[in-house]
């Protein structure tokens, strides 16, 4: 039987190259806020693929005028 709970989990580099950003966007996201949720794993920092997904997806705009997803 295949193990349906294993998770892929990204580097911070890694997870950057998947969504088309830098790792320094990722670590500023983490400082400040807005990026994907993560994980610390000692002194590690791991991302899901399936976070990186759900951030991606809540990111989804259709035009420069929309607010972004929660502002009223």
């Excluded at 794993?41 to 929660?70: C, F, H, K, Q």
């Amino acid at each position: 039987m295949p193990d349906q709970h294993k998770r892929k989990l990204l580097s911070t580099h890694e997870a950057a190259t998947y969504c088309g950003g830098s790792q320094s966007t990722f670590e500023k996201l983490r400082c400040f806020g807005g990026g994907p949720a993560y994980v610390k794993l000692g002194r590690r920092v791991a991302y899901s693929t399936d976070d990186l997904d759900r951030w991606i997806d809540s990111n989804r705009r259709r035009s420069t005028s929309e607010p972004p997803s929660g502002v009223a």
